[in-house]
């Protein structure tokens, strides 16, 4: 059934005609073009899809557009602001944390969301945090490194 959805998106409000039942990952990268989120396995397993929901980590193949009536959705794209990169997204480049860059976009929202829960995390809960965010490449030390960085800098 196609209702009338609003949300913020990236900063900005978004009004769209979809069907209620559509997933979020498909309305993010076919109807509005913002193709940083990834499908990987379509499941949730991977997180390859992450996006931020009201500041919370969440598998957009997983969430149906009803579920976004009225939410702030944060996408990889709307991460950088007046084109300047994040820092969880300049520690990624500067830590070579992204080799073939697939799983980047999950791996740096879900690392955002860890952090504005825990400004200061240990490796361990970095490790933990990360557990659910798949990497088939390795960089997975250098993901951390690239975390333990920008936790660092976006304190201050």
Known sequence: MVDTIEFVLNRKPVRLQVEKD??????????LGLTGTKFGCGTGACGTCTVIINQEAVRSCQIPMADVKSKEILTIEGLAMNGRLHPLQQAFVDNNALQCGFCTPGMILNAYSLLLKNSAPTEAEIIAGM??????????????QAIQTAAKQMRG
């Open 131 to 144: 557990e659910e965010n798949l990497c088939r490449c390795g960089s997975h030390i250098r993901i951390v």
């Open 22 to 31: 559509r997933a979020l990952l498909w309305v993010l990268r076919t109807d």
